[in-house]
């Protein structure tokens, strides 16, 4: 709609136009900051609780957030990953400012703009950094370069969203690029609807969306209505994405910035200029190569291959709290959706029996069962499997193995590192007939699964510690463990296939059936 009035405007007559550009200024003379035309205007004004904003370079994304909280917003929150990345977030709103009276730079920097009016600016380069906002509302969030941030951290200074004055509006703006690393593909969840091809249900530009948070996750709804969650009725948060270019921006239009993108690598190039419709750039020391992975994701469908059963289930342990117990059961090289249970839903004084329930629920064609006994909350339920003669394996990924690679060359430091790898070559799209992995397009499977990077050491190829992976994606790696287990351990089709296609034929060839007891024909008893 802003376009096509910016078209009509070009073509007015002169005296109508410059009357049009008297009132404009006339209504903006106590706006120390104007949104530009076009995207940034649209974003100025919208109704989103949560917006998305940008896709590419230079389309006026801090600028967007600098002049939200100084013109609307009575306490704002203005945060960059790192403190160092603040300074010229802070110059420029300076300059909107007009000088330096209200500014204190002592950590965390602050505006007082008046004594309604405060920028508060901050950073959270550790995971757990965030909480020192604890309790600490503003009725602005905006987060500059937010894929650079955990999805922990983002959603925890959302909660801290809020207002007393019921005139003023809250609100949350992501600025930002798409994300360089696995680091930042939480973005693609929570604003599915924009920007994940695969989602169902697309939303145009601008278009509000609602959401809830039903345990961990995000939960699409049909419109602001309230919805029960846990027993609650919750009132949907509203979501948009708004994109937004150097052409949008006359600012560094009319200068050389958009030749410079256009002078960056390729692989950058490509990502930063993709609107988060590419991938990017995989690390020289990642396990797994991404593309791989999207490639399986691609290759999955809903319907399970026919005549293959179930081979093993690969189980990541909850010890209650905030991480899941994940299942992911596996048929040859293709994995069902992931089975996800909330931490919270399992009683920890009977995990084992709990646990050992939900399995034997998903279970089928009598398939191994591999138990991450890592941290100690696999034991219950390994215990509870093997009493009750369920084949199952205690998967350690810190002890030693013995496993090599494919073609025999290569070694590990442990378990852990044997199991990605062993992964990794099955992914491979350029082994004879292909890869035979079909994964379930889950963007936390694929940031799980193209996180990890690996480094040669005496002792073996050694994969980076779980640990560190969950300390940078601000969450466990529950969903890609699960899966890589499964495929570590139980029958594939180079070790099973023969066995299979006996069983299919078997089902093919029509049995006598053996008629007994009372009602038995005579003509059968003379036989």
Request: glycine letters at 10%.
């Amino acid at each position: 709609m802003l376009d096509e009035v910016l078209e009509r405007v070009k073509g007015l007559p002169p005296k109508e136009k410059a009357a049009l550009v008297r009132e404009v200024y006339a209504a903006t003379k106590d706006m120390k900051w104007v949104p530009n035309p076009g995207p940034q205007t649209e974003a100025y004004h919208s109704q989103a609780d949560v917006l998305l904003y940008g896709g590419e370079p230079g389309g006026g994304k801090s600028s967007l957030i600098e002049g939200l909280a100084y013109n609307l917003h009575q306490r704002s929150l203005i945060v960059r990953r790192k403190y160092g990345d603040l300074d010229r977030l802070i110059e420029d709103t300076l300059k909107i400012h007009g000088s330096r009276d209200g500014f204190n730079g002592s950590p965390p920097p602050k505006l007082r703009i008046s004594d309604e009016r405060i920028i508060d600016f901050g950073g959270a380069n550790n995971i757990g950094d965030e909480q020192s906002w604890m309790g600490r509302g503003h009725d602005f969030l905006g987060a500059d370069e937010a894929t650079h941030f955990a999805e922990s951290q983002i959603r925890f200074l959302m909660g801290w969203v809020r207002t007393e004055d019921p005139k003023q509006r809250t609100r949350t703006v992501l600025a930002t690029n798409p994300p360089l690393t696995a680091e930042g593909l939480w973005i693609i969840e929570m604003f599915a609807p924009w920007i994940d091809p695969t989602f169902p249900h697309p939303a145009k530009q601008g278009e509000l969306r609602w959401a809830v948070m039903d345990e961990d996750r995000q939960r699409w709804v049909d419109g602001p209505g309230q919805v029960l969650i846990a027993g609650k009725m919750v009132r949907p948060k509203s979501y948009t994405y708004i994109h937004a270019s150097v052409k949008d921006n006359p600012y560094y239009a009319a200068t050389d910035y958009e030749r410079e993108l256009d002078s960056l690598p390729w692989e950058i190039r490509s990502i930063l200029l993709g609107g988060f419709r590419t991938t990017y750039k995989d690390t020289p020391n990642q396990v797994i190569p991404t593309k791989w992975v999207q490639m399986a994701q691609e290759r999955w469908s809903a319907k399970p291959p026919a005549d293959i059963p179930m081979c093993s289930i690969g189980v990541d342990c909850s010890g209650g709290g905030d991480d899941p117990m994940i299942m992911a059961a596996r048929r040859d090289g293709w994995y069902a959706p992931l089975v996800e249970v909330p931490g919270k839903e399992i009683p920890m004084d009977r995990s084992g029996a709990h646990c050992a329930g939900l399995v034997v629920s998903q279970r089928r064609d009598r398939a191994m069962v591999v138990v991450d006994m890592g941290g100690g909350y696999g034991g219950p339920l390994y215990e509870h499997l093997k009493a009750n003669e369920v084949e199952v394996y205690p998967y350690k990924g810190a002890e030693g193995t013995t496993r090599r690679s494919v073609e025999g060359k290569l070694h590990f430091a442990n378990k852990r590192s044997a199991a990605y790898w062993a992964f990794r070559e099955a992914l491979d799209p350029g082994q004879p007939g292909g890869s035979p992995i079909a994964l379930p397009r889950d963007q936390k499977l694929l940031a799980d699964l193209t996180a990890p990077t690996f480094e040669p050491t005496p002792n073996g190829i050694r994969v980076e510690p779980k640990e560190k992976v969950c300390e940078r994606l601000g969450r466990s790696t529950d969903r890609g463990d699960a899966v890589v287990m499964a495929w570590f351990e139980g029958p594939r089709e180079t070790t099973a296939a023969l066995e299979w296609i006996e069983a299919k034929e078997f089902k093919r060839v029509r049995h006598p059936k053996v008629v007994m007891g009372a009602h038995m024909p005579m003509s059968a008893g003379r036989r």
